[in-house]
Structure formats: C-alpha cells, structure tokens
C-alpha cells in the first residue's frame, strides 16, 4: 500500500517550521488521546498533526487522517493538547531552489534541533550555520556528492552533530543525494564525450 506523504508544522519562534525528522516516531497518538476510533487501524492511517510550543510546553493545534487511499477520515482545528512526546525534532525553513529536488537537511536556511522530555523543551540547538558549511564546501568544490568518499564524511559530519538519533532518515537521504550526484556527472560526461567527438570530426 502506498503511503501518503506527510508534511508537519510546528510554530517556533514566531515562525512556522517543517518537521524535517523526529527520533522517537510520531509526535502523537490520535487512539490514544481519543481523537480516533479504535476500529480505525493504525497502519491503514497517514496521521499529520500542526504543533505550537507555548512557555515550553508542546501543544498538538491540529491534525487530519487519512485511509490509504488518500481519503478523509477526521479533520480537527483548535485542539491546544499538551503532549507528552520525549525525544528530539528537526526543524526545518525556507529550502535552498537548488536543493528543491532531494530536500537535504543542509538544503534550508534555518534547521533547528529541539530536545523534549515529556512534552517540556529542555534544549533548542541552532544548526543552520554547521549546515551552511555544508553548502559552501559543496558550492566552492571541496566536496561533491558524486563522491561517495565525500558524501559519507558529510552524513557523519551531520551524524555526529546532532544529539538525537536519526541514521536511517539520514542514510535513505544520503543514498538519494548520491544517486542524483551521479547522474548529474553522468550527463557532464556525456556532454564531454559529444563536444570530444565534434572537435575531432572539426579536426579531420
């Protein structure tokens, strides 16, 4: 079954942000705050919820669910719940045009890295400059992510960075970015190979 995809927001800092990645799984539960019925399964269920942290307390504002064939199932506004969600989250705003295609976390201007415990925020960790560096090292050549050697630094850079856990998420968008880099290069090559071949027909 096709899943659909899932887009979250959460106001932070007068700011709305897309949750990029989240450590433990969902940020809610709809069953078991009772905003689902019970005979609704969850692995049948795309659940998006938008989010407010309010004097550092999270708040779930609103959500939507839908069945797998993308039809609405429950549609709710002006909830304000307060959340008992412990783990980390990744924020993340105003995505870079030229990495629009695969959307990596050093793609947006800002990410930020948001611990809580229990529903409380304990920790907000600015990242948006480590991930700038990213892209200046990609923009000014001293890493390209055709190469396999400098797209593995960079996920253990990023790995290494961040408090919470998130390999997997990170390892399917480290495996995208390569795939795209090399098919980016393979165009350059097919593009030498024929400008090659004109300047020797030219020649002779």
């Given at each position: 079954m096709n899943r659909l995809e899932k887009t979250e927001w959460m106001q932070y800092k007068d700011a709305a942000f897309e949750i990029m990645m989240t450590e433990k799984g969902s940020l809610l539960d709809p069953w078991e705050l009772g905003l689902l019925p019970v005979e609704k399964k969850k692995n049948e269920m795309t659940v998006i919820g938008n989010?407010?942290?309010?004097?550092?307390?999270?708040?779930?504002?609103?959500?939507?669910?839908?069945?797998?064939?993308?039809?609405?199932?429950?549609?709710?506004?002006?909830?304000?719940?307060?959340?008992?969600?412990?783990?980390?989250?990744?924020l993340v705003r105003e995505l870079i045009e030229q990495y629009a295609e695969y959307k990596p976390c050093y793609g947006y201007q800002e990410l930020f890295e948001l611990i809580f415990d229990r529903g409380c925020l304990t920790t907000n960790i600015d990242h948006s400059?480590?991930?700038?560096?990213?892209?200046?090292?990609?923009?000014?050549?001293?890493?390209?992510?055709?190469?396999?050697?400098?797209?593995?630094?960079?996920?253990?850079?990023?790995?290494?960075?961040?408090?919470?856990?998130?390999?997997?998420?990170?390892?399917?968008?480290?495996?995208?970015s390569v795939k795209l880099g090399l098919k980016k290069l393979w165009k350059k090559l097919k593009k030498w190979t024929c400008m090659g071949k004109a300047l020797i027909f030219r020649i002779l």
């Open positions: 989010y407010q942290i309010e004097d550092f307390v999270l708040y779930l504002e609103a959500f939507e669910a839908r069945d797998g064939a993308g039809s609405l199932v429950a549609k709710k506004e002006g909830l304000h719940i307060p959340l008992a969600y412990s783990g980390s989250v990744l400059r480590a991930m700038y560096r990213i892209r200046r090292n990609l923009e000014t050549g001293l890493r390209d992510m055709s190469n396999p050697k400098d797209a593995r630094c960079i996920l253990y850079f990023i790995d290494r960075l961040f408090v919470g856990k998130y390999k997997e998420s990170l390892r399917a968008r480290y495996f995208h």
